[in-house]
């Protein structure tokens, strides 16, 4: 199967930007969306076909995806940021969804 | 507004069988896939499977065929998945959650407010 290799963890003092990565054998040609999920929660798209903002989202986040690697983007980082991070795509051939390990986004 | 509310929580013994239910409003139910996604205590994601409400028409992932079954009721917006042979392995939040963009692509766009499946013997 498809294995998507996110970072366990990133930290990131409040107003810098945070990058989190989602690693994948030619990743670019796929569709990659990002979900935040806080604790207890269920989780929530952030950011969905490598660069789309769902409404609502702020546009703090932001996306890209080329190569072997797509990139969550969380600019002026916030307390409230802080959450598990997944990055996940779509195989159109086997109808299955793949989901990244998750990064654990820390605001120090 | 688009809503899945999910059945509640279940205590299962191993070997045992789990019925979970997720109804949908809120929106025209043949027109969205639907998938079940679970999460094991302080694990990440886990995709489990599909089903088209239309046809009702399923895809499972490996590590679950052979003991998931995927099933909807078309009269109340309703779909259920069945996990079977219940292991310790198996508790989990479990959540459905509305396929959007297909087929070219596929997002979740709601989730249901999951359902805590808890094996013990």
């Known amino acids: 199967s498809y294995v998507l290799t996110q970072p366990p963890s990133v930290s990131v003092a409040p107003g810098q930007t945070a990058r989190i990565t989602c690693g994948g054998n030619?990743?670019?040609?796929?569709?990659v969306h990002w979900y935040q999920q806080k604790p207890g929660q269920a989780p929530v798209v952030v950011v969905y076909?490598?660069?789309e903002r769902p409404s609502g989202i702020p546009e703090r986040f932001s996306g890209s995806n080329s190569g072997n690697t797509a990139t969550l983007t969380i600019s002026w980082v916030e307390a409230g940021d802080e959450a598990d991070y997944y990055c996940?795509?779509?195989?159109?051939?086997?109808?299955?969804?793949?989901f990244g390990g998750g990064t654990k986004l820390t605001v120090l | 507004q688009v809503q899945l509310v999910q059945s509640g929580a279940e205590m299962k013994k191993p070997g045992a069988s789990v019925k979970v239910s997720c109804k949908a409003s809120g929106y025209t139910f043949a027109n969205y896939y639907l998938h079940w996604v679970r999460q094991a205590p302080g694990q990440g994601l886990e995709w489990m499977g599909i089903i088209n409400p239309n046809e009702g028409t399923t895809k499972y992932a490996q590590k679950v065929q052979g003991r998931v079954t995927m099933t909807r009721d078309t009269s109340t917006s309703t779909i259920y998945m069945v996990l079977s042979s219940l292991r310790s392995e198996d508790t989990a939040m479990y959540y459905c959650?509305?396929?959007?963009?297909?087929?070219?692509?596929?997002?979740?766009?709601?989730w249901g407010q999951g359902t805590l499946v808890t094996v013990s013997s």
């Open positions: 030619n990743i670019g040609g796929k569709g």
């Open positions: 959650a509305r396929g959007a963009g297909l087929p070219q692509t596929n997002y979740f766009d709601y």
């Open positions: 076909d490598d660069t």
């Open positions: 996940q795509v779509w195989d159109i051939i086997s109808h299955h969804v793949q």
